[in-house]
């Protein structure tokens, strides 16, 4: 056996096998040498500026690819990059935590080690990441093959993150190179006698019924946007999202009824949704914030349900099976040559119609609407969770544009690392950044390490003088929706931005704004930060219908 092949490369080559070329980290004493493994190896390393940081650049990474690594050290590292973790968990992003641990001879001897608890006990993170992670396994010169493929093979199966706590020492250990290919174990789950009784029932009850199509994020996380599309592009019938899917479907097309996102929901789509005789449901997974407060008015009894593992129709399960499967299912029946009857649109949709004058003070009902006429299908939007979510989420996005947020978890400052993690993961696509003041604060040091890998986003920074999605929940005027006053025009100059990588630009006024985007348009070899003054009042309209309807539940009055 070759004395130069070690744990360290088979960890490599198996990351490598799994989709991700590039790892992102903080150094730490105690995976310094591992690093040196990662720089001997082909990987890139991205330093990121914190764990946390890491771990959300991980997540965007991961939704590009399909996969994402990143090392941290032990204890002080890893427990910083937990909350990563758990969104990457929550929002079904696959994410390997490698975590550098004290040697075996250190924790053998039962001190008292820094990053430790300083009790002599050195599995208590282990423990800690299990509600978040689907595998954990601390590698051992004995069961390392076995348990990097284990501990992965179940982040691509399962779409969520795993973790692999390894000293130093064993990293260095000889080892054969695998022998198996990790998708040899990726078992097909679908019972083919549930497949026949879930088609045969398709077959009943579908015909002629006023059908309407609803899709959302497991869609994108499986990776069958294409497949999807293709059952939308040989039927009829009309098509919405919930914000959790957003442009998975054609949004410029007559049959998107819009976004739904319950009583919140604008009358086309509502009506489509609430009132058709039968709803396709593809990957979809209610949450408070993508459904005002779960206020969906559906009736299950027309629903045709495709979930990840199981179909139903009508509330009566058929499983196992693949969504790739039942999607498939769905296609070739609906194609048979039945009378599939697409649902009426209640109204015609009208296009927007701009409120305010360029000359005047930008207006949330007019701003993402001018931002989604600038984007075009080379980009990955991000979203931050609050009044650039919502407003994001209610307009049209042009064809091929991919767009990402956090609903679920809803970490603030997350979108910024995490768009640095795409545009590395794609670097033929260029990130659009849309982040509020507040948000901003956590995370933007990151704006460091775009600037130093030569990441150049889009980074429209929303200025609307604090935590205003805050204040449409509660609190308006109190001190703690409130933030620091910044200068955010030179910010970026003390993470290195300059006048050769970089363009600042400042817009109050419509056509201010639309002027700036021609110019990041115009300027694609540089960084672009957009800062956009918003009253801090003002807030866009499905916003407004959200947290009207998210109030009552929350026991919450008007502030």
């Not at 490369?9 to 590039?22: C, N, P, T, V």
């Not at 299990?130 to 179940?154: G, H």
């Amino acid at each position: 056996m070759s004395q130069q092949y070690t744990i360290a490369d088979y960890l490599f080559d198996r990351i490598a096998e799994a989709g991700a070329s590039e790892i992102f980290g903080v150094p730490g004493d105690f995976n310094l040498t591992f690093l040196d493994n990662v720089l001997a190896s082909d990987k890139l390393r991205v330093g990121n500026t914190n764990e946390l940081n890491a771990g959300y650049a991980a997540d965007g990474y991961a939704r590009e690819r399909g996969f994402a690594a990143m090392v941290t050290t032990f204890g002080v590292g890893e427990l910083s990059a937990i909350n990563a973790t758990a969104g990457s968990f929550a929002e079904y992003a696959p994410v390997l935590h490698i975590v550098g641990a004290p040697s075996t001879a250190l924790q053998d001897s039962k001190r008292r080690i820094h990053h430790s608890l300083g009790d002599g006990v050195f599995n208590h993170f282990i423990k800690m990441v299990e509600p978040v992670t689907v595998a954990r396994a601390q590698l051992t010169p004995e069961n390392a093959a076995s348990e990097i493929d284990r501990v992965i093979r179940l982040i691509l199966k399962k779409h969520r993150p795993g973790y692999l706590l390894l000293s130093p020492d064993v990293a260095r250990q000889p080892i054969y190179p695998p022998t198996t290919k990790l998708i040899d174990s990726q078992e097909d789950i679908t019972s083919q006698a549930a497949l026949s009784d879930f088609k045969q029932a398709l077959t009943e009850f579908l015909p002629n019924k006023t059908t309407t199509l609803m899709a959302d994020l497991m869609v994108h996380r499986l990776g069958l946007q294409s497949q999807l599309k293709a059952l939308i592009a040989d039927t009829d019938i009309p098509y919405t999202t919930l914000s959790w899917g957003k442009t998975l479907l054609d949004e410029n097309s007559d049959r998107w009824a819009g976004t739904y996102a319950g009583v919140a929901s604008r009358p086309i789509v509502k009506d489509a949704v609430e009132n058709c005789e039968c709803l396709i449901k593809v990957g979809v997974q209610y949450t408070d914030t993508t459904t005002a407060g779960f206020s969906q008015d559906i009736n299950e009894d027309v629903v045709v349900d495709l979930h990840y593992e199981r179909a139903s129709i009508s509330g009566k399960n058929f499983a196992p099976i693949a969504l790739k499967d039942a999607l498939q299912a769905l296609h070739e029946v609906m194609t048979s040559g039945i009378n599939i009857v697409p649902k009426p649109f209640c109204e015609e949709v009208k296009p927007h119609q701009q409120k305010g004058k360029d000359s005047e003070l930008i207006r949330q009902d007019d701003l993402w609407h001018i931002i989604a006429d600038r984007l075009d299908h080379n980009n990955l939007v991000f979203s931050e969770q609050g009044t650039a979510y919502f407003g994001i989420s209610d307009v049209r996005l042009p064809e091929g544009v991919t767009s990402y947020g956090q609903p679920m978890w809803g970490s603030i400052g997350y979108t910024l690392p995490a768009s640095l993690g795409a545009a590395i993961a794609s670097p033929d696509k260029r990130s659009v950044l849309l982040i509020g003041d507040g948000s901003a604060l956590l995370t933007i040091q990151e704006l460091a390490v775009m600037i130093q890998e030569r990441i150049n986003p889009v980074i429209v920074l929303i200025n609307n003088d604090g935590y205003t999605v805050e204040r449409a929940i509660h609190g308006e005027n109190q001190y703690y929706n409130d933030i620091p006053k910044c200068d955010w025009q030179i910010m970026p100059r003390a993470f290195g931005a300059t006048e050769a990588n970089s363009l600042l630009l400042k817009a109050e006024t419509a056509g201010e704004l639309k002027s700036a985007f021609d110019k990041a348009a115009a300027t694609t070899d540089k960084l672009i930060m957009i800062e956009v003054i918003a009253d801090k009042h003002d807030i866009p309209p499905l916003l407004a219908d959200i947290s009207a309807a998210l109030k009552p539940k929350k026991g919450l009055s008007n502030s």
